[in-house]
């Protein structure tokens, strides 16, 4: 607990060095204060003509985590198959998988929403503008990333619904303007994760003039 209180003081460099991708989290509820923060964050992301193109599904009932999981997993299961994956394997991968969603206390999915956004008689610009959405998506859920960090609490990142929307959408009954783009678990860290090294600053900047 002393831990989580003593990111409230953090400044927000040490909070984005010390944000980090948690798959296994315990079994302890966050409080809903906490998690609307969160969304809260999100809400005041850069987005294109400020249309805010994202909505957000948030789970923290066991059904409707447990009706997701399964879905995804059976397409999953199936992707990997196609793939020439083993068996055995499909079947750990899938099982961490869904003990992964199902064992979150809170599942937020961020959906890309695009019905408000600007429409051009050219293809280009078109996909251009759905450029936008997407980034500010991502602008979106790295507020949601960072609050929750500062707040005590820890997140993964999941990618997945990016390959099953459909999948995602019809588990949830979702409404189909909806296209989910990532799944984040939220809550404790059970198991203080292996942070992956960061390429140095002279190895990312290409053009300094």
């Not at 980034?135 to 707040?151: D, E, F, H, K, P």
Request: glycine fraction near 4%.
């Amino acid at each position: 607990m002393s831990g989580e209180a003593n990111r409230l003081s953090l400044s927000l460099a040490d909070i984005i060095r010390g944000r980090r991708s948690v798959r296994r989290l315990a079994d302890r509820p966050v409080p809903r204060d906490d998690v609307l923060a969160i969304l809260e964050a999100a809400r005041w992301a850069p987005s294109p003509h400020g249309r805010q193109p994202w909505r957000f599904v948030v789970l923290t009932r066991a059904e409707p985590k447990r009706i997701l999981a399964e879905a995804m997993g059976a397409e999953w299961r199936r992707q990997l198959a196609l793939d020439g994956q083993d068996e055995a394997i499909i079947e750990l991968r899938a099982q961490a998988s869904y003990k992964r969603i199902t064992g979150a206390p809170v599942v937020i999915l961020p959906c890309l929403y695009t019905v408000d956004l600007d429409v051009y008689p050219d293809a280009l610009r078109n996909a251009v503008e759905t450029t936008m959405a997407v980034q500010s998506l991502g602008c979106a859920i790295q507020n949601m990333l960072l609050t929750a960090y500062s707040l005590g609490l820890d997140c993964g990142w999941m990618c997945a619904p990016l390959f099953c929307p459909t999948v995602v959408t019809t588990a949830l009954d979702l409404d189909p303007a909806l296209t989910p783009h990532a799944l984040i678990t939220v809550g404790y860290a059970a198991v203080e994760p292996v942070r992956r090294e960061r390429l140095p600053l002279d190895a990312l900047i290409v053009l300094f003039d």
